[in-house]
């Protein structure tokens, strides 16, 4: 089954407590949390403050995408906010295997994302020691933005890796997800499905995020 997850930047931020509970009930396994600090990416969010407040409202899995510089700083009170997946960006750091080992230190699962001019192939030596690699498949920082369908093969390169035994991390994608990306997405590999505008910019939430778990 597919595993999706509700990105909050698309949420109304004035009840973020309400738009929680709303995707959980609608069926989302998985909350994106977006932290962005107008350095790595020219836009601003929140942080594990803000994750710690929703934590006691919610049994979702959280997923922490960190948009930020030098992520290992902030390890602790991600851990202390309840994230349960930490992701950060390779472009963010100069030595990818000791943050890793600093999150997993930390009781947390290890995510490593890549930007759309990275090259995923420079993952290789981390894929051993990761739980998840999360592809981005828009320019990071904005929600809203089209889907670059050159990313699945990044998607698909990382599915390879796997059927190799390189590997036991999920794929997940980010980024442009609607319903018709999705089902591509899918087949190139992706098995978590990040989705911002589509869920909280449906008509129906629950009928959007339905959807997308019925794709395998
Ligand atoms: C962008 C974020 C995404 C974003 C996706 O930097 O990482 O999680 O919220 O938003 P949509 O689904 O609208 O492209
Ligand atoms: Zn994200």
Redesign the pocket.
């Known amino acids: 089954m597919t595993i999706i997850a509700p ?1 909050l ?2 949420a109304d931020f004035s009840r973020l407590k309400d738009e929680t509970e709303m995707v959980e009930k609608a069926g989302a396994q998985w909350l ?1 949390l ?1 932290i ?1 600090d107008y350095h790595f ?1 020219p ?1 601003l969010t929140f942080g594990a403050g803000v994750v710690k407040s929703l934590r006691p409202h919610s049994n979702m899995v959280f997923d922490a ?1 960190l ?1 930020v510089e030098d992520p290992e700083k902030y390890i602790p009170d991600f851990q202390k906010a309840g994230t349960e997946y930490l992701t950060f960006h390779y472009e963010a750091v100069s030595h990818c295997d000791q943050v890793i080992q600093e999150i997993k230190k930390h009781d947390m699962k290890a995510g490593i994302s890549v930007k759309p001019k990275t090259d995923v192939t420079v993952l290789e030596p981390f894929l051993e020691y990761l739980d998840l690699v999360l592809v ?1 498949s ?8 089209k ?1 670059m369908v050159d990313m699945l093969q990044k998607v698909q390169w990382l599915k390879e890796q796997k059927a190799q035994e390189k590997g036991n991390f999920l794929i997940e994608i ?4 609607n319903r018709s990306t999705a089902v591509e997405a899918v087949k190139a590999g992706a098995e978590v499905l ?6 909280f910019g449906a008509a129906s939430p629950k009928e959007e995020i339905s959807y997308y778990l019925k794709l395998s």
């Open positions: 990105s930047l698309s994106h977006d962005m990416v836009n995408h948009m981005m828009v320019e990071p920082g904005f929600g809203g933005q889907f980010d980024g442009g997800i990040v989705a911002g505008t589509a869920v």
